[in-house]
């Protein structure tokens, strides 16, 4: 039990996932957290400003040029978006009536459709910047079986949006000592920043 949560705390910690796992690993977190109902807990926000923190100032760690690393996970979080596209067109409103697990539980679900309701077709571009969201948006897409050229078009703008913006931003300010010195804090802001929208939304619902 303890080598398990470990293990769990290791696949959250951005820096031990680039630094064990390299591209492969960054490349499967991501694809994970955008596709897969079990990823929501995984820190891709976070993840990708450091990725692009340690590309453009430790490049020997991964060996690969900042376009070729935004393009990599750019493919990676929409190829998570379809997967999860078509597991919701699948498994439909079954999701609704889901019982709470160690994993799963109704409310990300209700979070998220909230959050669609609110935003609409936007929500898969703006849900990118934002944890569960991120994970349940393309699921609740293809649960309402969202025409599947616009869910394209927005899950391609928002991969691109969300990864470029993160790991561009992590490559330029990573050259700055203080920033550099100071990841830990940084990722904290993230998680605050992105969880905020999270707990209003939640509250609404929860209201309602």
Not at 72 to 88: D, P, Q
Request: net charge positive; glycine share 10%.
């Amino acid at each position: 039990m303890h080598e398990a949560w470990e293990f769990i705390k290791e696949l959250t910690n951005p820096e031990s996932i680039i630094r064990y796992g390299g591209i492969a690993l960054l490349i499967f977190v991501i694809f994970a957290e955008t596709g897969l109902m079990i990823g929501f807990f995984l820190p891709g926000d976070s993840l990708v400003f450091v990725a692009g923190l340690i590309c453009g100032t430790e490049p020997h760690l991964m060996e690969i040029s900042i376009v070729t690393l935004t393009a990599s996970l750019s493919l990676a979080a929409i190829a998570g978006n379809l997967v999860g596209y078509y597991f919701g067109k699948g498994v439909g409103n079954a999701l609704f009536t889901k019982d709470d697990n160690l994993i799963f539980k109704k409310r990300y679900v209700d979070i998220t459709k909230a959050f669609y309701e609110r935003h609409g077709g936007k929500s898969l571009i703006l849900g990118r910047f934002l944890p569960i969201i991120r994970t349940f948006a393309p699921i609740l897409a293809g649960i309402i079986r969202m025409d599947f050229k616009i869910f394209l078009l927005h899950s391609v703008t928002g991969a691109i949006l969300w990864i470029g913006s993160l790991s561009i931003l992590g490559y330029y300010l990573g050259r700055i000592n203080w920033i550099k010195e100071n990841v830990e804090w940084i990722i904290i802001s993230l998680v605050v920043v992105t969880t905020i929208p999270i707990i209003q939304t939640w509250r609404k619902e929860k209201k309602r």
